[in-house]
């Protein structure tokens, strides 16, 4: 299956280079771009794509905003996509509002190529870009300095068996599907299973959305990771 992608940048060669780069990919195929958050959410809404690459900042409208747009359309849209956001820091601001806006991860603009066709794919097959290195330090960081306006997430937890509880804080601590198959001495298709089903109890959309959950319910502490 062939994965649409849109390039939402406002630098005219960031965006010729990665749709260069992706549309050599036999498997994704890149069926527009977009200047600004504006036009990108234009293009998302016209082309239905199943990523779309999305700069944190550009003019007329950010990346956060556009990334809202998108993930939260109005009645009648049926097609969302899903976001991956670009930056230029690994730790910036608009980072975790991205995430709790409901985009799938976040990737450096300078990270290897290979690193941004396996983003794509990754992203497009439903999992979430967040990457075991900076997990702890981003989320961490950023759920202790901008808390939720939030109704008792801690409550929701309660809906959870104590594996599925486990194999969330896992999540949120960094440990990927195989490294938490080894800590709880299952197979990985036994993690994934359990992931699905805290997924689908919390009404998660996926696996960055969990961490950011995990965080503001308080099952894991900043700093305790």
């Known amino acids: 299956m062939t994965i649409r992608v849109i390039i939402v940048d406002d630098q ?29 959410v234009e293009v998302a809404r016209s082309t239905h794509p199943d990523v779309v690459l999305m700069d944190v900042r550009m003019p007329e409208m950010d990346g956060l905003a556009a990334a809202r747009a998108i993930l939260h359309p109005p009645p009648g849209v049926v097609h969302i996509p899903k976001v991956l956001m670009l930056t230029t820091f ?11 806006a ?3 991860g976040f990737l450096l603009k300078d990270a290897p190529p290979a690193d ?3 983003a ?22 950023f759920a202790a300095q901008r ?30 599907n195989q490294e938490i198959a080894g800590r709880l001495i299952v197979a990985e298709q036994t993690v994934k299973t359990h ?3 805290v997924l689908a109890k919390l009404d998660l959309r996926d696996r ?11 099952l894991v502490r900043p700093g305790t990771a």
């Open 90 to 100: 690994d730790v910036d601001d608009y980072v975790y509002e991205a995430l709790r």
């Open 116 to 118: 941004l066709i396996a």
């Open 147 to 176: 808390p939720a306006p939030r109704k008792d997430p801690s409550l929701r937890l309660k809906g959870l068996t104590p594996r599925e509880t486990e194999v969330l804080e896992l999540i949120a601590r960094g440990l990927s």
């Open 120 to 141: 794509v794919r990754v992203v497009a097959a439903g999992e979430a870009l967040l990457a075991p290195s900076v997990t702890r330090r981003l989320i961490a960081d």
């Open 195 to 197: 992931i699905g089903r």
């Open 12 to 40: 005219a060669m960031v965006r010729a280079g990665f749709a260069a780069l992706l549309s050599a990919q036999t498997d994704i195929d890149v069926v527009g771009e977009a200047p600004d958050g504006r036009a990108g």
């Open 102 to 104: 409901g985009a799938s």
């Open 208 to 218: 960055a959305q969990a961490v950011i959950f995990a965080y503001e319910s308080g």
